[in-house]
């Protein structure tokens, strides 16, 4: 499957961004998806995933009440909508898939097999 993240940007602190990441192909509901990040100089990080059915999310400490994890399956599509930002969530955010596994870790990225290309959120004090 490939991936497409898209919706960063600049955005005060406070403000609101709605991340989406487009799929290609016919299993994308079938997929286990993840959301991470990066910021400069640090590792990549788990942020929010969903379980295929979408019945299941799971979220980063530091981003629980603030983000939520979505998918659209007819659309073959996954969003993060980010709320309440801080300059601290400032990193290029990455989109993540993996077929279904069991024990599966939602919070590994060494767990994923598809990468999106990541997309830029920036976050101004």
């Known amino acids: 499957v490939q991936l497409q993240a898209s919706g960063g940007g600049l955005v005060q602190a406070g403000g609101s961004l709605r991340l989406s990441c487009a799929a290609s192909?016919?299993?994308?509901?079938?997929?286990?998806m993840g959301w991470f990040r990066q910021a400069p100089g640090k590792e990549r990080t788990f942020v929010a995933g969903?379980?295929?059915?979408?019945?299941?999310?799971y979220y980063a400490d530091s981003v629980k009440g603030r983000f939520t994890i979505s998918r659209d399956n007819a659309k073959n599509t996954v969003y993060l909508q980010m709320s309440s930002l801080k300059p601290e969530d400032a990193a290029v955010y990455y989109c993540?898939?993996?077929?279904?596994?069991?024990?599966?870790?939602?919070?590994?990225?060494?767990?994923?097999?598809?990468w999106g290309q990541g997309t830029q959120v920036t976050v101004s004090s």
């Open positions: 969903i379980r295929w059915g979408g019945g299941n999310t």
């Open positions: 192909g016919r299993t994308f509901g079938s997929y286990n």
């Open positions: 993540a898939a993996r077929s279904p596994t069991y024990g599966f870790n939602y919070f590994a990225s060494s767990e994923y097999d598809f």
